[in-house]
């Protein structure tokens, strides 16, 4: 009795760190030492449950080893990984370890499950109502937040399409498989019967990859969040099954802020998280797709890099707009090489920030910080904007949607009211971009073909290679 | 467990929504990618769940979900808390305290 106080304290302990992580996490200063309070915490409260009674280890030594051996397994395959994959790849990888935490919380439910059917063939009672409404909860979530985030994975990878999927009478299909979770959840709770179990199990998989089909572009990182938060529900649901304090608080937490957290997200885009998940911003993309032909008998202008190396090194104020394309390119390094000899020359360089540059908010910032881009060199976009006007050179470098006029200028266009960084006002702008080809968003950008822009095609980290050269030469 | 019991949990439950919003409400934009990949982590802890009903499964159909689920969890954990170091990592250079910028300030004042 005492030691399960004992441990119970310990996960009271871990909760608390937990509380503080968070809290150190939303501050640039704190924010490390959160994330490494947070782990240290969990590795005490994992190593503490060796020994809660609940968990019968020492009554069990087979499943104590294999406990340990899927951990080792698990850690083995973990850190590689995490170390290993390139920075671009960053949201692909939560995306994962997101969804793997939303699976274990099934199994968990799953298996809670097959222990009271097999109590209840042995004569135990039923178990109480509230307690399978419990372990429903959590399969439900945890299988949604499971197979989302897989198709996310695979949307990011590009091993599909990144654009939204879409089929007629699919709000239809999703509202129908929808009800019959209920359905079958509500079947499953009067019955307690483990096929009809697995039927919502099955079922709720579903549901995760048709509602994540639809979403496409640059929404997806909003949608990881949503589902991150999902894995916190689902854990804080184990909890409840489990009657585990820890579990409760830990998946809250996260369910809690992962909320907040998405529809900050969202608003940085401008727009509703519900018009983010529902609004099938696929339509709008054939629709712009269609006018693509059209598009491409107007002219635009490109120039040599020696041009443009002219151009920067002459200027006096050059504000360089990163997106997904230097990511692609793995081009931070190159960037900072431009900005630093531009910065010897003289000309005064910042980078400006859009909140969803990259492919999730901040990204461009981790991708910058790499490259040892130093902080007060980076703006964000509303301290950007005011400066835009009195800049001779704004060089887009693999940006394309957070710098489109039409998201001021065309009210019918799928990202208006999306806040954007301000090229348009800048005496010059450059775009370095791979093709013709439409950004994330999938529409045209009129600013291709305004007369102030020239237009430099190729690989980010070739062409700022090239600028770097000319520029010197300069 | 009792009423009383589900009651308990349904408070903690309820206070640690009001707690997880008040944490984050103040977090500046470059930091969104690494708090979602904290929190990410933080759900691990489900990996203690895990082991519980690993440490109590019998026969083989609960053995296997179970050594599933503490996989799963594991990965989870590790791999989230490891990400999230690694990005955070890079926000620690600041001005003056790092080499390669250091190096850059004296051509500058060169050409002054």
Redesign the interface.
Known sequence: MTLTIWINLI?LL?AVA??V???G????KQ??N???L??AA?AV??GA??F?P????SH?TT??V??I???V???V???P???L?K?TA?PQ??A???G??G???A??S???F??DA?LHDLGAPKP?T??IVEAMIGLLIGCVSFSGSAIAFIKLQELITGRPITYPGQQVINGLVGVAIVGLTVATVLTDSVPLMIATAVLSLALGVIFVLPIGGADVPVL??LL?SF??L???A?????????????????????I??TR??SK?MGRSLANVLFSAFGSVVTAGAGADGTGETRQVKTGTPEDIGVLLAYARKVVIIPGYGLAVAQAQHTARELA?LL????VEVFYA?H?VAGR????M??LL??A?V???E?K?MDEANPEMGTADVALVVGANDTVNPAAKNTPGSPIYGMPIINADEAAHIVFLKRSMRPGFAGIDNDLLFDDKTTLLFGDAKDTLGKLVAAVQEA | MSTTGILEFLTIFILAIFVGNEVVSRVPSILHTPLMSGSNAIHGIVLVGAMIIMGTASGAAQVVLGFLAVLLATLNIVGGFTVTDRMLEMFKAKPGENPARAKRANPEDGAK
Request: hydrophobic share 55%; aromatic share 6%; net charge neutral.
């Open positions: 996960y871990a937990f509380i992580a968070l809290k996490l939303s501050s640039p924010a490390r959160g994330n490494l947070a782990a969990a409260a994992v449950t060796f809660n609940e968990a019968h280890f069990h499943n104590l294999l406990t051996v899927a951990m397994l698990g850690a395959i973990a850190v990984v995490a170390r994959v920075m960053m990888l939560v994962i370890f997101n793997v935490g699976g274990a919380a199994l968990i799953i298996v809670v097959l222990k097999h109480a509230y307690a990881i969040s991150n894995t916190g689902a854990v804080a184990s909890g409840f099954t489990l009657n585990n304090n820890l579990l409760i608080i830990a998946g809250t937490l996260v369910g809690a802020s992962g907040l957290l900050m997200m940085a630093d910065m010897e020359k003289g920030i909140p999730m908010p901040g990204h910032n981790v910080a790499e040892n130093p902080y007060d980076l964000e």
